[in-house]
């Protein structure tokens, strides 16, 4: 063994493995960006009722492992859990006193899967603001 590896092994044994990327898992309740599939922010997880475009995404990828902020109240989280459950998706609620995130849910892979967006929003639905329509008399006669 060279001075570098006793160093090296040292180190490790003192402060703990070597963290790959800190800020990014600090950010992501403790996984990193490549591994995720969907990502909600704390607001969204305190909206009522399971957030729309979850549980599809949970069944298409039934081998992820479901991540919960725990600095959220458990009546937020409850609803994920059980369904989290109900899918046999592994979960766990993770709070770092050190880190603050606006993160409040991860759908996340043990391995790289690098989706382009991350983020889950309600698909807006824009409401076509027709033209009243006149009355025939009107068009053909005009309006006084």
């Known amino acids: 063994m060279s001075q570098n590896d006793v160093d090296d092994y040292l180190q490790k ?79 766990s609620i993770v709070t770092n006193e050190e880190a603050d995130t606006n993160i409040g849910l991860v759908l996340t892979y043990s391995h790289a899967i690098n989706k382009e967006d991350i983020y889950l929003t309600k698909e807006v639905e824009v409401k076509e603001n027709k033209p009243k329509r006149e009355s025939l008399l009107k068009r053909l006669f005009g309006s006084s």
């Open 13 to 91: 044994g003192i402060f703990g493995a070597k963290e790959l990327r800190p800020a990014e898992r600090k950010k992501y309740l403790g996984t990193i960006r490549e591994r995720i599939v969907v990502v909600l922010t704390n607001g969204q997880v305190m909206e009522d009722g399971v957030y729309p475009g979850i549980q599809p995404l949970m069944e298409q990828h039934p081998n992820t492992q479901m991540l919960l902020n725990g600095k959220l109240d458990y009546r937020y989280l409850a609803c994920y859990i059980h369904l989290a459950q109900k899918m046999s998706i592994p979960f």
